[in-house]
């Protein structure tokens, strides 16, 4: 008796522990859906959505800080979601992103950011379980700050295209150096078991009902279908001139 009371006691504490770090990751998952409306804009940024349109996957990072005096650090959490066969969107697999850096800097900034990742090399990389943006001579990475102009021009080639909303001091913050890591825990707090994430985003092992409106925006925003175009008009259809003669003939004058 005295050891199922003490069991009780202990699963009655794990519960609402388990729901905090689920609500964390709920709320995270939330920020991104309100940073992907922020960065495509309203009304829609077209640079965005052309490369939006054509990616294999697309990693959001709804909150990045950076700070620093003398030295610096930046970081934060993310959500990583691929694009099926289909045109349909997987449920966000969690990362963590953040970097150091050592040099005079003054200033604290608040930055969203969207990767676009355009090609299964840059899906691959990403997916390992921690990646150092710009270490890989072999994965191009663009980034734009601020506005998107002539993105979709200057990222032909590119593996992941990076946006980003930025508020504070800092010009922007540089993707150089970051490393992208998987977040087991915060995959298991939301799902309720351990997941790697290729099960989540390219095996599509889980749903979660909570990154529905994620999945919509990225739909709305993101489909690879263009409208298919008007049907041709038939071709017009030959008239054959009248033959015989003409005969000329004087009308009567009006009355």
């Known amino acids: 008796m005295r050891r199922s009371a003490i069991f009780g006691a202990m699963l009655a504490a794990a519960v609402p522990a388990v729901a905090h770090a689920q609500a964390e990751q709920q709320a995270l998952v939330d920020r991104a859906t309100l940073a992907v409306q922020e960065i495509v804009g309203t009304p829609a940024d077209s ?15 709804p909150r990045l800080f950076k700070a620093g005096f003398m030295f610096g650090g930046q970081g934060g959490s993310c959500v990583l979601l691929a694009r099926d066969g289909g045109g349909g969107w997987s449920d966000p697999a969690f990362y963590s992103l953040g970097s150091g850096s050592f040099g005079f ?17 840059g899906l ?25 102009e002539a993105a979709t021009t200057a990222a032909v080639g590119a593996d992941i295209v990076a946006f980003q909303r930025s508020r504070g001091l800092f010009a ?15 995959n298991q707090a939301y799902y309720g078991k351990p997941l790697a994430a290729r099960q989540i985003t390219v095996q599509m092992e889980v749903n979660n009902s909570g990154a529905d409106p994620l999945r919509s925006v990225l739909m709305r925003y993101g489909a690879n279908t263009a409208p298919e175009p008007p049907p041709a008009l038939p071709p017009p259809v030959a008239r054959s001139a009248p033959t015989g003669s003409v005969r000329s003939q004087s009308l009567p004058p009006p009355r």
């Open 124 to 148: 691959a990389s990403v997916m390992d379980d921690q990646l150092k943006l710009g270490a890989d001579a072999s994965l191009a990475i663009a980034s734009y700050g601020g506005g998107a």
């Open 105 to 121: 800097q003054v200033g604290i900034q608040d930055t969203a950011m969207l990767m676009a990742i355009l090609t299964d090399k």
């Open 47 to 61: 640079n965005v959505l052309d490369i939006l349109r054509k990616a294999r996957g697309v990693m959001v990072c």
């Open 172 to 186: 922007g913050i540089s993707l150089s150096g970051s490393v992208v890591a998987t977040d087991t825990a915060a």
